[in-house]
């Protein structure tokens, strides 16, 4: 029967002791690298007493010392463990086989599934993974100025730190296999914990490291444990882990251990309490130092980086390309179809086509995480479209970082700032985004945020707090709200921002929202329209309008600073005098307005697209207006005179005749027509009738459309008095007024209507409306 315990002969003392004293250690220390409570194995070692025997081996390993050297009459019984510490290339190969086959089940079940959000059944990983990127330079922690961020368009905002700008990137598998000793960092619901799952499963299939044993520790569990029995020891927690899977003997980890043929996977290294965190930090640390020829990949957010771990190279998982995305969302739909694959695959195109419209670039912006990506296919499932209210998908986006992600894994956190209810974390970040917002700061320093924390933090306090006191209370709620939940992220050293674009602007409406429900006159949306043509302000005025419990105030609020653009310009105002007149006098069904925004399209050159956004329908007048500008544009053309560009004006002049229904325009224009040389002239007579009667023929046609038609008058914009920028400043808050309208905001019927009536009028017509 093999011996419990060993002890030191008198010779075996002495070696002993002068390894001890070229260690320069106490007995302290190296009780603590063998992870004992007390000192006192150690004690009876050098007094040569029993000591228990897997403590006795141990302690001579960290002493690099030869157990069976030092101790009195080592058993024979023990050769089985010489064995598994010098075992011939044959038998560590075997002996791999063989653990790998008796952890197989293990592995599956620990590793093989996912659990997604809000999803009552499991999906197994190799259903719905997606190969992630990792970027080998950390974003956060390069030196920038505040100055070199501030110019980034709102649409880079969100790829700025996220690895999308300028940074390279590398395979996830590759990277493991490039660093022996990696940690992956990542933003909350990046897919640091599937990566590691699909680590572990792709070894267990030796589909990856597969001359080596995966071992899968969530490192909360084995803090929560370590705890009970005070013993932070990874040897032991694997030691138990084999036992659960049938392996008994504790020498079989080490012999795999010592000859590197172990893929530890260690995930969470942020979820581990602080009061823990130091022991967890050593162990992993003394366990990798020990055992460094075995690979190791650790997880951690990239907000609690400062958690080092020595020899460990650090990097970071990308957000998705666009690529990735359509991957993803193939995969995702094909597993949750509800009638069949072939209905999953037509859904996850419907998805990505829908995605990929500009009307949802903000949705582009949040879904480079497999969480948002997660959430945004569940809702397009659910409804078959994005949803038309976005603060909606914002709010469930923000209760998951929130709270609601870790309280599904059972992730307990350490909350600095945890005598704040939800409501008050809420006000604080509406605070900080609403003053950095109106500042048109997307990026601000850390001194900046933290005295928004600190003044918010002083007016809750009831009890005054001197300067050092705030500015430390200050820090540490920055670092935990990082750490937490990542809404706020550090993009650069010391340089901070909300973590999307899109969470700042909800949160700059919900400040405004707010305030405006405690306020009597309603100040808080006079400066939220005082911003009605700045472009970065867009969204805010969207977001507000579907927040607010009625929109009326906004909106017409928004109707009166957008006349007032081009009140006090009499030519603008005479150009929005004919646009009115002219749409008298077609007979549609189409509003007013939308004919008078055909007609102010129409009269500027060159004609955009975006120009005629607010005109949505087209009536046979206004079909032939549109046909008879271009045919104008056409003969203005210079050096229209060859014979193909006479010819085309000559077949666009046959197309209008056949739509126009007054007789006198049809008989001038069929006049015009006969004008035209026939096709079949000479060449020289061609060119005799072009060089002589084109000019004057281009000239009569402009009359006629002009007296018939009353379009083509050649508006003049004065580039000294900016009226073409006005106009177009004037035009677009036109835009964003009806896209508030059209935003599923609370907004009264006669109200609603009253606005879209009068949208575009000269301020002449618009009092005398206001008179009757």
């Not at 063998?34 to 000591?51: C, E, M, Y």
């Not at 001579?60 to 019984?77: G, H, Q, S, V, Y």
């Not at 251990?257 to 003394?286: C, F, K, T, W, Y």
């Not at 706020?488 to 405004?512: C, D, H, M, P």
């Amino acid at each position: 029967m093999v011996k419990r315990s060993l002890e030191a002969s008198l010779t075996g003392i002495q070696e002993a002791k002068r390894a001890f004293a070229r260690k320069g250690w106490t007995q302290e220390n190296l009780a603590a690298e063998v992870n004992l409570k007390t000192r006192q194995p150690i004690w009876r070692f050098f007094s040569g007493r029993p000591v228990e025997r897997h403590t006795f081996i141990e302690i001579c390993l960290i002493l690099e010392l030869n157990w069976r050297e030092i101790t009195t009459n080592p058993p024979a019984e023990f050769r089985e463990l010489e064995e598994y510490a010098q075992p011939t290339v044959l038998d560590i190969d075997k002996l791999v086989q063989k653990v790998r086959s008796q952890r197989f089940d293990k592995i599956q079940d620990q590793c093989g599934i996912l659990q997604l959000l809000d999803i009552s059944r499991p999906v197994a990983i190799n259903d719905i993974y997606i190969d992630v990127n990792i970027l080998e330079e950390i974003a956060s922690l390069q030196w920038l100025e505040i100055t070199d961020l501030q110019n980034l368009d709102r649409k880079e905002f969100d790829r700025f730190g996220l690895g999308e700008v300028d940074e390279k990137q590398i395979p996830g598998t590759q990277a493991v296999k490039t660093y022996s000793k990696i940690r992956v960092l990542g933003k909350p619901g990046v897919g640091k914990t599937t990566f590691l799952q699909h680590l572990a499963i792709g070894c267990n299939q030796n589909a990856f490291a597969a001359n080596q044993v995966p071992i899968f520790i969530t490192l909360r569990n084995f803090a929560q444990e370590s705890k009970i029995t005070n013993d932070f020891s990874l040897l032991k927690y694997i030691s138990q882990e084999f036992l659960a899977s049938g392996i008994p003997d504790p020498s079989v980890i080490e012999t795999l251990l010592n000859e590197g043929r172990v893929l530890l996977l260690l995930d969470g290294m942020d979820e581990v309490l602080n009061q823990q965190s130091n022991a967890v930090l050593n162990e992993i640390r003394r366990f990798s130092e020990k055992y460094h020829k075995n690979r190791f990949v650790a997880t951690c957010r990239t907000a609690a980086q400062k958690l080092r771990l020595r020899g460990f190279t650090d990097v970071e998982i990308a957000p998705f390309t666009l690529e990735q995305i359509r991957a993803f969302a193939q995969k995702w739909f094909m597993v949750f179809s509800k009638t069949s694959q072939k209905d999953g695959q037509a859904q996850s195109v419907q998805f990505i086509q829908k995605l990929e419209l500009d009307e949802n670039w903000q949705f582009r912006q949040l879904v480079v995480t497999p969480l948002f990506l997660h959430l945004t296919c569940w809702v397009f499932h659910g409804k078959g479209k994005f949803p038309t209210k976005r603060t909606d998908f914002y709010k469930e986006g923000l209760d998951l970082l929130l709270g609601k992600w870790d309280e599904a894994r059972g992730v307990e956190r350490d909350d600095v700032y945890g005598g704040f209810l939800l409501s008050q974390k809420l006000k604080l970040f509406s605070q900080i985004a609403a003053a950095t917002f109106e500042q048109g700061q997307y990026f601000f320093e850390q001194r900046i945020v933290e005295q928004y924390i600190g003044d918010y933090i002083d007016n809750l306090s009831n009890l005054p707090m001197d300067a050092e006191e705030l500015q430390i209370e200050s820090e540490a709620v920055l670092k935990s709200i990082e750490a937490q939940h990542g809404l706020l992220a550090e993009r650069a050293r010391g340089i901070f921002s909300f973590s999307y674009l899109a969470f700042q602007e909800y949160f700059t409406a919900r400040k405004i929202v707010a305030s405006h429900n405690l306020e009597a006159f309603g100040q808080a949306l006079f400066g939220l329209v005082s911003h009605i043509t700045d472009p970065h302000w867009r969204e805010i005025f969207l977001l507000t309008a579907t927040m607010l419990r009625s929109a009326d105030s906004l909106v017409l609020l928004m109707k009166q600073q957008i006349d007032t653009l081009v009140a006090q310009d009499a030519y603008l105002q005479e150009f929005l005098t004919w646009a009115s007149q002219k749409s008298r006098t077609i007979p549609t069904q189409s509003k007013d307005a939308t004919v008078r925004a055909f007609y102010l399209a129409l009269s500027r050159t060159p004609h955009i697209a975006s120009h005629f956004a607010l005109a949505s329908s087209l009536d046979q007048g206004m079909f032939l207006d549109a046909a008879l500008d271009d045919l104008l544009v056409e003969c203005a053309i210079d050096g229209s005179q060859s014979f193909a560009h006479i010819h085309a004006c000559g077949d666009a002049m046959s197309n209008i005749l056949g739509i126009v229904l007054d007789v006198g325009l049809h008989k001038s224009l069929q006049q015009l027509s006969d004008q035209l040389p026939n096709s079949g002239q000479s060449q020289q007579r061609f060119e005799l009738w072009s060089q002589t009667n084109y000019s004057a023929w281009a000239q009569q046609v402009n009359k006629t459309v002009i007296n018939y038609r009353n379009i083509n008058h050649e508006w003049q914009f004065s580039s000294e008095q900016e009226q073409e920028q006005v106009l177009q400043r004037y035009y677009d808050a036109n835009q964003l007024l009806l896209d508030c309208l059209h935003s599923n905001c609370e907004v009264t019927a006669a109200i609603r209507q009253e606005i879209e009536a009068t949208l575009l009028l000269p301020i002449k017509e618009l009092e005398d409306r206001e008179w009757q």
